[in-house]
């Protein structure tokens, strides 16, 4: 004969789920609302964005790089100003080209 001790010690699932039936259901329910909203979650894996770039490259063949700098590149970066939603420039001169 087994000892009370024993005998309470051992949880009978569906008995406890039938007397607890109203948190079971509430359970349930929160369960598939919750693998419902997990399907309907969005599938982007990167959020979209614009990134927006310009590249100005010129040549003349035979200009030293301060000639370049100072009558290519400076104009070229004098004029970009101007552009709207400008964040910045970055340029380099060298003999026979300008890449901004």
């Not at 010690?9 to 948190?23: A, C, E, G, V």
């Not at 100005?56 to 970009?80: M, N």
């Amino acid at each position: 004969m087994p000892s009370v001790g024993a005998h309470m010690s051992r949880i009978n699932l569906s008995t406890w789920s039938l007397m607890q039936h109203q948190l079971v259901r509430y359970i349930l329910v929160v369960v598939l609302l919750g693998v419902w909203s997990y399907v309907k979650l969005g599938q982007a894996e990167d959020p979209s964005f614009t990134w927006r770039g310009m590249v100005v490259h010129a040549y003349w063949p035979g200009a030293t790089a301060r000639e370049v700098e100072q009558l290519v590149s400076k104009v070229i970066e004098k004029k970009l100003q101007e552009t709207p939603y400008l964040d910045f420039i970055d340029g380099e001169s060298r003999p026979g080209e300008a890449l901004l």
